[in-house]
């Protein structure tokens, strides 16, 4: 009988060592062959970011001309000081707003330049003596008396950098340093909030991550109209001609463009790229049927049916196959001899006075009437019609502002903001467009990386190549490219050191290696492998071995408890 | 056309800072009664342009050119680029030599212009942008089925580059045409499918034909006689085959209305010129109705043809009913065809599955003229060919070609490219054969249907035949006699490309399911190995007293019944 438990031991210790080896060699060999190929990614890095600080520096230069200061006061000047705001947005994103502020006396040129005749002139040569970087604020505090500016204005922003403050009654000013800056610093940040961002407009760039409280209707359509930040867009001008029978078109494009659309865009540059085309439909028609008023003896289109007439069209645009920057679209619709003139009616039903509508994120419509010109009914058909662009483009350039999200909000009281000259933007509207599309970019490029980890996370058959960890991270190896993670904590660094021009630079960069890591094409090569699939190859292997080797373990478990009940029973 | 120029210098007279270019569209329309009682139809659209795509100024602004061509050309300094998509084969032998042959399935070849670096990757970009265009399968045009002929296609437009570095040439035999390539075809067009020729183009109809082939040809060209500066044309071709007993119910009688469904009511406005040309010169087998009195005589692919001509742009053309519907009847049933003095055949010979043979028969059935003949073929790599094997010959004599180019192939990277200049001896079968041998596949590069076969695209025949009108010497007809001593003439010869039959071979295919098969079988087998000796391992094993057998057993129960001692 012994030699039969000396051998039931055996096989018991056979039993063991075997499941023993499949544990410890087995298991990690199966683990460590099917397991799908990891790069590293900084992850860590990425949670940071996922919890966005973001610190926005602004210098601002308080310059105070003669007859300003007291002269106890001017004893102080020049003298530094820092304000700091803190905003939480939500959970994970809080906003920082730092004004670096320098006050300062000003210089004889100085001096002399705001003894220029109009405001206008002085914003032009005080321009001429110093150029103050992208991002920058200049504020030149001027005596009640002077004449500079026109009764009941308090401030004047001009084409520049440059702001001309009022300096209220010496009474209400105070003798006191710290009376003046009490009384001069709401006033400059309410400049510096004009001039470079205020917090609503950072918190509308931000809402691609934050959900924003159902605010007011407008507010919602004013930042839904124009279009995401983009590296670059295509700008299309198409003339629709829905009846080339009726009348033949021509349209000197090429000069429009060059000398209402071309000096916009070059005070753009640093924004995006923006390239231009145009081309001639011939019978494209609008989506809907235009009524006949008779009143008006003219055909009109409501604002409700408006939404209906883009569809139809927009088969026959086509996109840009070149590229894939988002496409802006400005329509000109000549309606034909028997369907003219169209009138655009808005929702009270009075016609619209530019005749032109826009899509918000999609482009504009105008329609060009030339009824006048098909003379009455002898001239022989086509006819042939020069369209004047100046009125065209005037519409467009408008619209197109509108699409950039070059706002011109309107100012406080008190406030006189001189009209953009011929370059059509004044160096302030770029400065803020360029903040807000630095913190919508940084904001942009970090959700996608963020749910690009999350994703990661939670589908472990993703493949990580190298290439695509390279775009997350570091450094690109393949183009000597920044990845998403470098470029986004540089562009939140630069934002803090007040580089605006840099920040954006870096944001960009930001944003092209996000979309580049998140639309690699290497994460799908085994995203689709079925779990039916592998247990279809794992059970004929796994289940005839596993099931002896469970089987055996429960046998041993199993007398193991009855050996120790027999020996309890024994004790006892 | 000189009303347009006239109309454009005016405006530019008016606004004379910015010229505009110039640009024009034409559009045309052949019909040729064939042989056969078939009918073909042969559309043509062209678009001049004369705008400098080659300069360093970016061509944006877009009149009658498409833009979205303009762009991609624009993009990837395309100097020409020639896609035309085809379904059915273009029987020569029955049908006579079509205006623009094409092979069966897609072709695209583009010259590129030699400011390009990276030749191959504008390459893989533009087939990529094509396909979206054209909406077909052109990005499946990689290194596996793309060639740089050395010799057989030459630039069409102007210029004379001869490195053909810049030149890439694939065609997808299986690619199979449909409406959805139709469609942006005609988007391209400045009068879309709502005026002139194009009215015709019903997709319903075109495409219950037995040939239906749709091309795209953009290419410099000269823009004034002395050729100093350069346009760029874009010509659309369709051209059609509606066969007699599917479309036209067996009678040889065709309208347009027979075979388009629609009836012409006007021209494209934007065109300077728009015309319908209907083939008469073997009249009177068939009379034509209404009869125009505008008669034309052309030298068409060697052969002096008449045309009556239907001026689309005159009101005329339209008649009281203000649509025109041609009328063909047949009056006798059968005509002689000119033989095509060249055409091919192709085949692949062999049984088994293991080697093969390809067959190229050229036929030169002129009566005296020898002419060469440039063939190229382009064949996958997974028909290994052994070029050693390679033989031409030509009434069982060996024939020599002067001018062999070979490009082996590598494996998944690129084909076998085989040019062979060959001199065609007078009315006779040059025949061409290599031996290759099918190459076993990886299971994921099978397609989808690999029973079906592989197909191997058209070879090219790019030849200068002699003309016809230059070989009837005897003829006297119309012409002193002191124009026709000499056998020459200036049509003495004219280019011809000649497609043969795309090949399907069947490559060994593997049972798919068998990776699984394997799998099951080889973990059953580990199973029972390992279940044998884990048992051997784990069980214990004692000596145990036989029972007793069966029939001992039956017979102690009846034992215990009757009372009697057990066994």
């Known amino acids: ?572 | 056309m000189a009303i347009r120029r006239l109309k454009h210098t005016r405006t530019h007279a008016h606004a004379c800072m910015l010229q505009t270019p110039l640009d024009d569209f034409q559009e045309e329309l052949v019909i040729r009664p064939l042989h056969s009682g078939d009918i073909y139809a042969s559309f043509q659209f062209r678009t001049v342009w004369d705008a400098d795509f080659m300069g360093d100024q970016k061509v944006s602004h877009y009149r009658l050119f498409p833009k979205s061509l303009g762009q991609v050309i624009t993009k990837f300094s395309v100097r020409e680029l020639h896609i035309s998509f085809t379904q059915g084969y273009w029987r020569t032998m029955q049908w006579g030599q079509p205006y623009l042959p094409s092979p069966p399935g897609a072709e695209l070849w583009v010259w590129f212009q030699d400011t390009v670096t990276d030749v191959d990757g504008t390459w893989k970009e533009l087939t990529n942008v094509l396909s979206g265009i054209f909406c077909a399968s052109l990005n499946f045009i990689d290194s596996t089925n793309t060639v740089q002929p050395s010799a057989s296609f030459k630039p069409l437009g102007i210029g004379n580059v001869t490195d053909h570095s810049f030149l890439r040439y694939a065609t997808l035999p299986r690619e199979i045409v449909c409406t959805e390539n139709l469609t942006p075809w005609k988007k391209l067009l400045p009068c879309g499918s709502k005026a002139g020729l194009s009215v015709l183009l019903k997709s319903e109809k075109l495409f219950h034909s037995t040939f239906h082939s749709q091309a795209v040809h953009v290419r410099p060209v000269c823009q004034d006689p002395q050729c100093r500066t350069t346009s760029m044309e874009l010509r659309q071709t369709l051209n059609v085959v509606f066969d007699l007993h599917t479309s036209g119910q067996g009678k040889r009688e065709w309208s347009l209305f027979k075979m388009f469904s629609r009836t012409l009511t006007e021209a494209c406005p934007l065109a300077s010129s728009s015309k319908v040309y209907v083939d008469v010169t073997d009249n009177p087998q068939f009379e034509l109705s209404p009869a125009t009195p505008l008669l034309t005589q052309a030298v068409v692919l060697g052969d002096r043809r008449t045309y009556s001509v239907y001026d689309l742009t005159q009101q005329a053309s339209f008649g009281s009913s203000r649509s025109l519907n041609m009328l063909l009847r047949w009056k006798a049933a059968d005509g002689e065809m000119l033989r095509p003095l060249l055409h091919s055949e192709r085949y692949v010979a062999g049984y088994g599955l293991q080697a093969g043979e390809i067959h190229t028969l050229i036929y030169n059935h002129h009566p005296y003229r020898a002419f060469p003949v440039l063939l190229l073929s382009a064949v996958p790599w997974y028909l290994r060919l052994y070029i050693h094997t390679l033989t031409v010959s030509s009434k069982g004599k060996d024939n020599r070609p002067s001018y062999i180019h070979y490009q082996p192939s590598k494996d998944r990277e690129r084909p076998h490219l085989l040019e062979m200049l060959l001199q065609l001896p007078p009315n006779s079968v040059t025949e061409v054969t290599v031996e290759f041998e099918r190459a076993l596949l990886k299971w994921t590069e099978y397609t989808p249907d690999p029973n079906h076969g592989f197909y191997v695209g058209s070879s090219v025949i790019s030849a200068l035949v002699p003309s016809v009108v230059a070989m009837d010497t005897n003829s006297t007809l119309d012409r002193p006699l002191f124009s026709s001593f000499f056998p020459c003439k200036e049509e003495a010869s004219y280019f011809m490309r000649v497609y043969t039959e795309p090949l399907l071979v069947n490559l060994p295919t593997p049972d798919f399911s068998m990776p699984y098969n394997v799998i099951c079988l080889t973990c059953t087998v580990v199973a029972v190995g390992y279940g044998s000796l884990y048992n051997l391992l784990t069980r214990t094993f004692q000596v145990d007293e036989p029972s007793p057998g069966l029939a001992k057993r039956i017979a102690n129960v009846i034992r215990r019944f009757r009372g009697v001692p057990l066994l």
């Open chain 1, 1 to 572: 009988m012994a030699t039969a438990e000396v051998e039931r031991k055996r096989g018991q210790l056979a039993a063991l060592s075997i499941a023993v080896v499949v544990v410890l060699v087995g298991v990690p060999l199966w683990w460590r062959t099917t397991e799908t190929y990891r790069a590293w990614l900084p992850v860590n890095q990425i949670n940071e970011l996922a919890e966005l600080q973001l610190q926005l520096s602004v210098d601002v230069e308080v310059v105070f001309s003669r007859g300003t200061l007291m002269p106890e006061q001017q004893k102080k000047v020049p003298f530094t000081r820092t304000q700091e705001e803190a905003q939480k947005v939500d959970d994970d994103t809080t906003l920082r707003y730092r004004y670096e502020s320098k006050y300062r006396t000003a210089n004889i040129m100085e001096e002399d330049a705001l003894k220029q005749p109009t405001a206008a002139e002085a914003d032009l040569s005080l321009h001429t003596l110093s150029a103050s970087p992208c991002g920058s604020v200049v504020v030149y505090v001027i005596p009640e008396t002077s004449v500079l500016l026109p009764q009941g204005v308090d401030v004047y922003i001009g084409h520049r950098r440059t702001a001309v403050l009022r300096m209220g009654a010496p009474m209400s000013v105070g003798k006191n340093h710290k009376q003046l800056l009490a009384h001069l610093e709401p006033r400059i940040t309410q400049v510096v909030q004009v001039m470079s961002f205020s917090h609503t407009d950072i918190t509308a760039a931000l809402s691609d991550r934050v959900r924003l409280s159902p605010g007011s209707k407008e507010s919602l359509a004013d930042s839904m109209r124009s279009f995401k930040s983009s590296p670059g867009y295509e700008i299309t001008f198409s003339l629709l001609n829905p009846d080339p029978k009726s009348h033949r078109l021509d349209w000197d494009i090429e000069g429009a463009v060059h000398s209402y659309i071309q000096p916009l865009l070059t005070k753009l540059a640093p924004l995006a790229n923006f390239s231009i085309d145009s081309q001639i439909l011939y019978y494209a028609m609008l989506g809907v049927n235009p009524r006949f008023d008779s009143s008006l003896e003219a055909y009109t289109l409501n604002a409700d049916s408006l939404a209906h007439v883009i569809n139809p069209v927009e088969a026959r645009l086509g996109s840009n196959a070149a590229s894939s920057n988002p496409v802006l679209n400005f329509l000109l619709y000549v309606p034909d001899a028997h369907h003219s003139p169209l009138y655009i009616h808005d929702h009270q039903k009075q016609p619209v006075a530019s005749n032109a509508f826009h899509s918000p994120r999609w482009g504009g419509i105008m329609v060009y009437n030339v009824n006048d010109l098909y003379g009455r009914g002898e001239t022989p058909l086509p006819v042939n019609i020069n369209i004047n662009m100046e009125k065209v483009m005037g519409v467009f350039l408008a619209q197109l502002r509108l699409m950039l999200g070059v706002q011109s909000s309107p100012a406080p009281p008190g406030f006189l903001v001189e009209p953009c000259g011929g370059a059509g933007l004044a160096d302030w509207e770029l400065d803020r467009l360029m903040w807000s599309r630095t913190v919508e970019n940084v904001a942009t490029a970090t959700t996608t990386i963020t749910s690009l980890a999350q994703l990661l996370d939670q589908i472990g058959n993703i493949l990580c190549s190298l290439s695509f960890a390279g775009s997350v991270n570091l450094f690109h190896y393949i183009n000597n490219k920044l990845g998403t993670v470098t470029s986004l904590q540089l562009a939140v660094a630069e934002l803090e050191a007040g580089n605006l021009g840099f920040a954006l630079q870096y944001s960009k960069e930001a944003i092209l290696a996000s979309e580049r890591a998140f639309f690699d094409p290497s994460l799908l090569h085994l995203l689709y492998f079925p779990d039916d699939q592998k247990f279809a190859i794992y059970i004929p292997l796994f289940l005839p071995m596993c099931v002896p080797i469970l089987l055996s373990l429960i046998k041993i478990a199993s007398e193991a408890r009855q050996r120790r009940k027999l020996k309890q029973s024994k004790k006892d």
